[in-house]
């Protein structure tokens, strides 16, 4: 079956852009729209944004100007890079496919387990 | 963006009990609404999908209704394994999540 794992920096200065990487293995990427959410500790859940099938991406409207999302199809991989780091994007940042094609995206199976990034100097 | 409100944010049940978590969008959403489970460091796992679709190898226990604004999650004779936290989502338009209803052992 279909698994994802996050990687990336477990620690990032303030101000500093965040990179994250999941990599998709048991499945291509090809067709399907792949998505980014973060979970601050001890909060909620908030989206972050997507990958569509079609290359195009959305994001948070809250975070949308810091957002980049990308994809490597040769490596099976998307990425995240999320700019002006600060203290408040402190979170476990997990990866996720989305079940439906249109852009809202459905619901996300499966899940990575989930990367924590500390924002701190 | 569409807001989602989970009620109520926390509840002690025992085993065997059956619980009920509500979760209100502020504004219709038909039936397109997830539910997950989610237990100390680790992701959420998906329940229930299109609002009552028991997603495959979920216990039948768990069941959902509702559309519109306002759905609900129930667990029929809650069991040692259920005690997390579950979390809606909508997918109407841009992903939102409720703010999480944690079930505690009473």
């Known amino acids: 079956q279909v698994q994802l794992q996050e990687s990336g920096p477990g620690l990032v200065k303030p101000s500093e852009t965040l990179s994250l990487t999941c990599t998709v293995s048991?499945?291509?990427?090809?067709?399907?729209?792949w998505s980014w959410i973060r979970q601050p500790p001890g909060k909620g859940l908030e989206w972050i944004g997507y990958m569509y099938s079609s290359g195009s991406t959305n994001s948070n409207p809250s975070l949308k100007s810091r957002v980049t999302i990308s994809r490597d199809m040769l490596k099976n991989q998307f990425s995240l890079k999320l700019t002006s780091m600060t203290a408040a994007d402190t979170a476990v940042y997990y990866c996720a496919r989305g079940t439906l094609l249109g852009w809202a995206g459905g619901w996300f199976d499966p899940w990575g387990q989930g990367t924590l990034v500390t924002v701190s100097s | 963006d569409i807001q989602m409100t989970q009620s109520p944010s926390s509840l002690s049940a025992s085993v065997g009990d059956r619980v009920t978590i509500t979760c209100r969008a502020s504004q219709s959403i038909s039936n397109s609404l997830a539910w997950y489970q989610q237990k100390p460091q680790k992701a959420p796992k998906l329940l229930m999908y299109k609002a009552s679709n028991l997603e495959s190898g979920v216990p039948s226990r768990f069941s959902g209704s509702g559309s519109g604004t306002e759905f609900t999650l129930t667990i029929n004779s809650l069991q040692p394994d259920d005690f997390a936290t579950y979390y809606c989502?909508?997918?109407?338009?841009?992903?939102?999540f409720g703010q999480g209803t944690k079930v505690e052992i009473k």
């Open positions: 048991g499945g291509s990427i090809s067709g399907y729209n």
């Open positions: 989502q909508q997918y109407k338009s841009y992903p939102t």
